[in-house]
């Protein structure tokens, strides 16, 4: 076996692992009903973590599996609720990841982070002012007065509080990883991952930037 065939079959190991403790996170410390309707869980903690490990490939997969996970099993909102679990993974995983990987340092991790907490607090007001009165059929008007009271501080606090997590972790994490011979000693940029990674870069950047315009101008109208 060549060592790029064991490097595949240890990122593979790894994310299936992370995969499992994410949909472990999402079954145990899932805390429902928040509001009403939403849900807090921290399975994005674990996602971001492999998503800074590897890649955003390799983040949004895993996203996408967990919330399948969660669409069949403990989720009770079927589809629609996988896309807005899924797009909220994505945009958090994502954008963090995009500016974290091609140079890993604690400032563009912060700067990851806060960008991706941005960025799925956008993409869910957005995603729950156009689809919250269709799914639930209560007046949008209800769902714009839920913004500054419930939607808004929620999906702050549970960005907030999942970023927190990530720094708090990451290290400990890729330390042992390390220690285990899981991970090299020392990342470095996969060239070969190069153009898929740019080209994730480009639409995860553009959906971000579109998300958030159109935000902006919901609460014009609103406001």
Known sequence: MTTKQNSGIKMLAIMAMLTALAVAADFFLRIPNIGGFLTYEPKDVIITIGAFIYNPIAGLAMA????????????????????????????????????????????????????????????????????????????????????????????????????????????????????????PARESYNSENKRMNTIITVVISLFAVATLFIVLLIFAKVI
């Open 64 to 183: 996408l599996v967990v919330c399948l996970i969660e669409m069949v099993t403990v989720s009770s909102t079927g589809f629609i609720g996988f896309l807005m679990n899924f797009l909220a993974s994505a945009m958090f995983v994502g954008v963090a990841s995009v500016i974290y990987y091609r140079k890993k340092t604690i400032l563009r991790a912060v700067l990851g982070l806060v960008a991706g907490s941005v960025s799925m607090i956008a993409i869910m007001l957005l995603w729950n002012y156009i689809m919250t009165p269709i799914y639930m059929g209560v007046p949008r008007q209800m769902v714009v007065d839920m913004i500054p009271t419930l939607l808004l501080p929620f999906n702050a606090i549970k960005a907030g509080l999942n970023a927190a997590l990530v720094m708090l972790i990451y290290k400990g994490v890729v330390t042992a990883l390390r220690k285990s011979k899981l991970i």
